[in-house]
């Protein structure tokens, strides 16, 4: 049995906060799930796909953010307990329904995750979603800790049903990626089999219903607003005249920082975890009690503004300050020691910072960027396109995934990025903009979330482009989730379709059309050059599993290589390739067989055949 079905409330289990969300979840009779994968909250949805593999939990992989939310939606609407799960970025795709959604309401309780990524860990911005649910007038609520995020997720369904509108459960990196002791509460049932009751002039927003359902919505907001000033998640702690309101994790470094400065008879604190509608009054009355006030949030000054327009209504001059240049940045994640020292700085506390320790005789910790792995596909393809474009001129727009890091030299074979499919519509861009050979790229997994459309533009528009589309049978970026494309049949799943890139790409009225095996260098390259010399819309499927992938499903070649003696040092492998199983010693290139996977893209490029398998 799956861990998070086990268990009961007299137990405690340590968990990652993405686990102890699922584990919420499912404590409160989740009935239909929907997600596409994206750290920081892939962990959320891979254990409920294994959950409801074992339960009588829906659970599915969709396409993309806008299509998971229509699903949620949908069972929601039908009185069951949704969730559709993504990162932030993902809602600017699931956008669009999300903001009449709003206007149509739920019947069911639904959650809709928004995992923000402060300091950028694996994302292309840092926005605060905080603004969405201001912007379509939903309740926002945000966890503190790990063992919050779950009883706050049972929390989130049950507001959800009493104001009759999905809550948007704001989580950051920081949250989901943590780990923590957390108390077990008992799974409720699963409420299986929903009740869609017709009625158009609700269900369906033309203007003239959508006039009426706006209406209801500032009600539901309404309602929201009084819950949220009686809230749990809304509380104040400390009994002094400096006041700190925080949110988030940033709540646990404030605790920490007035303890450590020794001010906790001088400070309280107001927690927000139910964020919007902010609870006026509770703002009000403690700004009330204050000479001086500091927000506290990442991000934005969501909080921050808002506290100084009630500050106004109510006549109060107090200093209120957030974000500031001598204060707290908009930029990136806050740290225990930052908050500190903010502190300090914003109410004239003498401070001095600790004494970093004397690491003088430490060696220096060698550094790791973001690399493709030893064996990948990707890398192949790129050294294969690039070696069939020489003279060209060329611009090439990449996408989101694994192969994003072919920005990276040797390959340096991004010049243009977005956002997910955005490689297609920039590239038709380009190919009118410029007289360059315009050469994009889109993994499988991106294609199916948002590179088709682009496609059709490139074909109805007939740009001159070509399209790399990089098949590596699964969503490899964010933990080998399944797509549209993978054979479900190789993980012992039955039960699911599947879906040919090639005939979509050819079924969409693509002229040229190619596959390629991007492990077979020389005959691919041939191909390569004959769809880069297409005048018109061109497409190379490049189809190589994930070599991860096949490693976690026992497909991979178990063959590594050497460098022999006839290594002339010319050094093709490091300088065109750049795979991380080749390293130098005393001078020499080698090959670290604990990384090789056998892929033999090397010893095809190496000019003296010097690389050969392992006799072993």
Known sequence: MHKLLAGNNAQRMFLLGNEAIARGAVEAGLAVGATYPGTPSSEISSNLFEMSLESDLYFEYS?????????????????????????????????????????????????????????????????????????????????????????????????????GE??????????????????????????????????????????????????????????????????????????????????????????????????????????????????????????????????????EPFMEEAVKAFAQEEGLTIPIRGKAPDLFSRLYE?????????????????????????????????????????????????????????????????????????ILPPLSMADFLLCMGSSLGAGCGFSKATDKKIISFIGDSTFFHSGVAGLINAVFNNHNLTLVILDNGTTAMTGHQPNPGVDMNQLKLDGYGRVSIEDVVRGVGVPFVTVIEPFKVKKSIAAVKEALEFKGVSVIISRQMCTLYAKALKLDSKRTFRISDKCKGHRNCINDLGCPAFFTKDGRVEIDAGLCSGCAVCAQICPENAIVPVKD
């Not at 401070?351 to 970093?356: D, G, K, L, W």
């Not at 690399?371 to 294969?384: F, T």
Request: one cysteine or more; a neutral charge.
């Open 166 to 299: 999905p809550v948007l459960f704001r989580t950051t990196t920081r949250i989901n990626h943590s780990t923590g002791i957390v108390p077990l509460g008992s799974i409720a049932p699963v409420k299986k089999v929903g009740e869609f009751v017709k009625d158009p002039f609700r269900w369906v927003p033309i203007p003239a219903v959508a006039r009426n359902l706006h209406v209801k919505l500032l009600k539901n907001l309404e309602e929201a607003k009084k819950l949220s000033e009686t809230s749990e998640y809304n509380f104040c702690e400390g009994s002094g005249r400096w006041g700190i309101i925080c949110n988030g994790v940033s709540y646990n470094y404030v605790r920490d920082g007035v303890k450590e400065l020794g001010i906790e008879d001088r400070v309280k604190i107001l927690r927000i975890g139910f964020s919007n509608p902010l609870p006026e009054k509770m703002i009000k009355t403690f700004l009330a009690g204050c000479e001086k006030v500091l927000v506290v949030e990442e991000g």
């Open 334 to 406: 806050y740290d225990p020691a930052m908050v500190r020292k903010v502190i300090a700085t914003c109410f004239g506390l003498a401070y001095a910072s600790p004494v970093a320790p004397d690491l003088a005789d430490v060696p220096e910790i060698p550094q790791r960027p973001p690399n493709l792995c030893a064996g990948c596909s990707h890398r192949a393809s790129y050294y294969i396109v690039k070696k069939a474009a020489e003279g060209m001129e060329t611009i090439c727009p990449n996408d989101i995934g694994c192969y994003t890091l072919g």
């Open 63 to 163: 396409v993309n953010e806008k299509v998971s939310l229509e699903v949620a939606a949908a069972a929601a609407c039908s009185g069951l307990r949704s969730m559709a799960i993504m990162k932030h970025v993902g809602l600017n795709v699931a956008a669009d329904p999300l903001l009449t959604l709003a206007y149509v309401g739920v019947t069911g309780g639904m959650v809709v995750v928004t995992a923000d990524d402060p300091q950028m860990f694996s994302s292309q911005n840092e926005q605060d979603n905080r603004y969405y649910g201001k912007l379509a007038g939903l309740p926002v609520l945000e966890p503190s800790s790990v063992e919050e995020a779950k009883e706050m997720v049972r929390y989130a369904f049950e507001l959800s049903e009493k104001v």
